[in-house]
């Protein structure tokens, strides 16, 4: 058997649509503002999670999150701000519960969209479908990211909900509203 042979063409497909995910929620991450009352800086890459669950599904959308990690903890600069290392996965930064949780949330919001491991056009499902599945993400990536915030910077759950939840829903539900509005635009369904 010849080693072109060895990965069938939709296997092929989906590893290059999960890499195209995982370079999406890395230029995602270069887009970071600080935000006054927390030390955890204002992203986008929770929307590059929404579309890799709701694109991909739970399988591949996982898999683009969990390629995501590998590449920042083996130096690619795809974490905030284009930092990388494995350092940062391991505590050292703030930010490092929203990390680990990404790949869960993608799994999670791509289950919850189709209902299976089976993808479908998300032109058929509801908006609230989408919706509901987004904020059940969020609450993935926000529990793991308050936890971490917890432990690097050694405050009570309170303190974590106060600053590394909080002054980020406004953040969060406009990424859901372009996430809802990239998925059900026309481009996506052309041809």
Request: proline content about 6%; aromatic content about 8%.
């Amino acid at each position: 058997m010849s080693p072109s042979h060895l990965v069938d063409d939709e296997t092929t497909v989906n590893v290059a649509r999960a890499a195209l995910f995982a370079a999406l929620t890395g230029a995602f991450a270069l887009v970071s503002v600080t935000v006054p009352v927390t030390s955890i800086p204002f992203t986008l890459q929770v929307l590059g999670v929404f579309l890799a669950g709701i694109l991909l599904g739970p399988v591949w959308g996982g898999a683009a999150m969990v390629l995501y990690l590998a590449a920042g903890a083996v130096g690619a600069p795809v974490f905030q701000g284009g930092s990388a290392g494995i350092g940062i996965l391991l505590g050292g930064a703030p930010s490092f519960g929203y990390l680990w949780s990404f790949p869960l949330a993608a799994v999670v919001i791509g289950y919850l969209v189709h209902g299976s491991t089976e993808v479908r056009r998300p032109s058929s499902v509801s908006p609230a479908r989408l919706v509901v599945a987004m904020v059940v993400g969020t609450i993935v990536i926000y529990a793991f990211g308050a936890l971490g915030f917890m432990y690097v910077q050694d405050v009570g759950p309170e303190a974590a909900v106060l600053a590394g939840v909080v002054p980020f829903v406004p953040a969060e539900i406009l990424k859901l509203l372009a996430a809802l509005g990239i998925v059900r635009s026309d481009v996506l369904h052309a041809g």
